[in-house]
């Protein structure tokens, strides 16, 4: 007998634009997320970015810049929405079109496989120098750094290169 074979739908960029809610797709599936973070989620999202932010202002580097939350469009089929990320070059229009130095994602039970596979592979091959995910559940903080094999290798890390004039000192463990 003869398996019936299910087409999936390839969305675009454009029909990203359209939803209303709050939408990722990864190669053009379509990925529904919570309707809103959970307090924890939120509180850990802003000490994370305040963290990042104020370490910025101390150092020379003008141009790099911390964000929460905006949509980074890989490709007209995938468009995903970290949680925190840092790009040192001018975003032009709603989207980051080009890969930020860091990302951050908080992790919950919705996302957890989601961030640590998917997300991981995606974030790896698009040349994300830091990934770093958050687990309000146990309070672990895992810290991925891309070497030169564009592999990411975990590490236990504080100082983070975002360009040549700009380096920061990050203690994530204060965000909880």
């Not at 932010?53 to 141009?63: I, V």
């Not at 290798?153 to 920061?168: R, Y």
Request: hydrophobic residues 35%.
């Amino acid at each position: 007998m003869a398996s019936i074979r299910q087409i999936l739908p390839n969305y675009t960029v454009e029909d990203y634009e359209s939803w209303e809610g709050r939408w990722e797709i990864i190669n053009g599936i379509a990925i529904a997320m919570s309707p809103m973070p959970s307090p924890r989620h939120q509180n850990i999202a802003g000490k994370v970015f305040r963290i990042i932010d104020e370490a910025l202002e101390q150092t020379p580097c003008n141009h790099c810049k911390v964000y929460q939350p905006i949509d980074y469009k890989i490709s007209e089929t995938t468009v995903v929405n970290p949680d925190i990320l840092v790009a040192c070059a001018p975003i032009n229009g709603q989207y980051l079109d080009f890969p930020p130095h860091l990302i951050v994602e908080i992790l919950s039970p919705s996302t957890a496989f989601k961030d640590r596979n998917t997300k991981f592979d995606l974030y790896q091959s698009e040349g994300v120098k830091y990934y770093i995910m958050i687990d309000p559940s146990d309070e672990s903080i895992d810290i991925y750094t891309l070497d030169d094999h564009m592999i990411y290798t975990k590490t236990n890390k504080t100082t983070f290169h975002f360009a040549d004039d700009c380096e920061v000192i990050l203690d994530f463990a204060k965000s909880f």
